[in-house]
């Protein structure tokens, strides 16, 4: 069994894990922290864990950490970084599910956190945990930085076009909507039901924090021709859930069909438990991947023209965290990639 501890089990990715890792068959969850809720029991904050979990919050303990064989920490960023030296130095992996390890330009990480990194050296060892790209190294890693949850619907929307060299590099638009969820459980006047319900509006117009994440996997994928998108973000009145739709131009000379574009995706992705490309003509839906570990693609090219569109949905709070975390952890221990994540989603 795999010793689980979850550093800052109170948000909604915290929460997420819990619940995910409370049904694996592989995991003994052996601590849950935070500093606000220490002493009160997890199923008493969370009631939807009765039955299924008999912790309480306790405080951060670095030797109770340190017994664990991995960590996880869903905690508001700059957290990490300054623990995850000494847990490293004790031998235990760690998953991060905030940014302090995603972006390896120290200087662009601390323009766009507003702070100084902790622990700098440790970044470059510090694997990207999106699977379907870095899955050999993240076998490996002692340190996985949990990608965010546009840059992984960004990412996968794109990936097979870049792979392909078929797109023009000044061409792409990431025009993506979230749920409310995304902000985080901490309180705020922009997403309380009054305000964003009822309503639909653009944020982050002038520059989102994610938007170097995604220019920094554009450009890896790419070997280094793509590194530029416009990227603008949405808060959509419903709690879970992101939509991206994607834009491409196709490069000069690139002669494609859309059925052959439909067989480029389905070919990229098809040993891939969790990316479904789905038939040519459908219109995925956020609810369709609702508490599911699951990314759903679609793809048109209108008029038959050079632009491509890419319609990508995924569970902001799964696929885009908690579960991708998992099924890290699950690369990173040698298990099925889909132990404990095999879930369906939920409808209505």
């Known amino acids: 069994m795999i010793k689980a501890g979850v550093v800052g089990g109170t948000g909604y990715t915290g929460v997420e894990l819990l619940r995910l890792l409370v049904r694996h068959p592989e995991v003994e ?6 500093r606000a809720e220490a002493g009160r029991r997890v199923d008493d904050l969370y009631p939807n864990l009765r039955g299924h979990i008999d912790h309480c919050f306790t405080a951060p303990d670095t030797e109770v950490l340190a017994a664990c064989d991995v960590v996880f920490f869903a905690t508001p960023n700059g957290v990490a970084m300054k623990q ?5 130095a004790k031998g235990v992996r760690v998953i991060d599910l905030a940014a302090d390890f995603r972006i390896k330009d120290i200087a662009v990480w601390e323009q766009w ?30 340190l996985v930085a949990n990608p965010g949850c546009y840059p992984t619907a960004v990412q996968l929307g794109y990936k097979p076009l870049l792979d392909a060299g078929l797109i023009q590099p000044e061409s792409l638009v990431a025009d993506c909507k979230s749920g409310a969820s995304g902000a985080g459980r901490g309180a705020s006047v922009g997403t309380l039901l009054c305000e964003a319900g009822d309503s ?7 520059g989102h924090r994610h938007q170097p994440e995604i220019e920094q996997g554009l450009a890896t994928m ?3 021709e793509i590194n530029h998108l416009t990227f603008v973000p949405h808060l959509l009145p419903m709690i879970r859930g992101i939509h991206a739709t994607l834009y491409a131009r196709l490069a000069p000379g690139s ?3 859309t059925e052959q574009l439909q067989l480029l995706y389905e070919q990229a992705y098809q040993d891939e438990a969790f990316v479904d490309v789905m038939p040519q003509g459908s219109l995925p839906e956020t609810r369709s991947v609702r508490g599911a570990n699951q990314c759903r693609i679609a793809l048109y090219r209108p008029g038959d023209g050079d632009t491509v569109v890419i319609l990508s949905v995924i569970d902001n709070l799964v696929k885009g965290a908690s579960g991708q975390a998992v099924q890290n952890m699950n690369v990173m221990f040698g298990l099925p990639e889909s132990e404990g994540l095999e879930i369906v989603g939920l409808l209505p």
């Open 200 to 206: 639909f509006h653009a944020y982050g117009v002038s």
């Open 113 to 142: 956190y507003g702070m100084t990194h902790a622990c700098p050296e440790l970044v470059d060892e510090a694997v990207y945990g999106l699977p379907e790209l870095n899955r050999a190294d993240i076998a490996k890693a002692q």
């Open 255 to 257: 002669d494609v069909s």
């Open 29 to 34: 969850l052996t601590a849950v922290t935070s």
């Open 222 to 224: 790419s070997h280094g």
């Open 84 to 88: 995850v030296p000494e847990l490293l």
